[in-house]
Nanobody, 115 residues
Framework: QVQLVESGGGLVQAGGSLRLSCAAS????????WGWYRQAPGKLREWVAA???????QYIDSVKGRFTISRDNANNTLYLQMNTLKPEDTAVYYC?????????WGQGTQVTVSS
């Protein structure tokens, strides 16, 4: 089992920044892919960014150049640095850890961007 706990969400004005954290514990060695997702009210959950065990990163087009995903392997923590935030970034953000057979999700952290 892998446990994920997100933190760092909050209320910020448009143009501001937040850094989300996802602390992982348990059988981390089973995980080979990490990601951030978000779900806005009334919308489906969407993928935002991903990082592989080798450090390769990918982003949805709408956050490229503004968000940065990273991972601190020593502390088993996943990060999402979010800059130049926009009202449309408002959502609950979730981290996801993927192993060969199983996906694990955190409980989510709310990000609200005011205009």
């Amino acid at each position: 089992q892998v446990q994920l706990v997100e933190s760092g969400g909050g209320l910020v004005q448009a143009g501001g920044s937040l850094r989300l954290s996802c602390a992982a514990s348990g059988n981390i060695f089973r995980i080979n892919h990490w990601g951030w997702y978000r779900q806005a009210p009334g919308k489906l959950r969407e993928w935002v960014a991903a990082i592989s065990s080798g450090g390769s990163t990918q982003y949805i087009d709408s956050v490229k150049g503004r968000f940065t995903i990273s991972r601190d392997n020593a502390n088993n923590t996943l990060y999402l640095q979010m800059n130049t935030l926009k009202p449309e970034d408002t959502a609950v953000y979730y981290c996801k850890a993927s192993g060969a057979l199983t996906n694990y999700w955190g409980q989510g952290t709310q990000v609200t961007v005011s205009s």
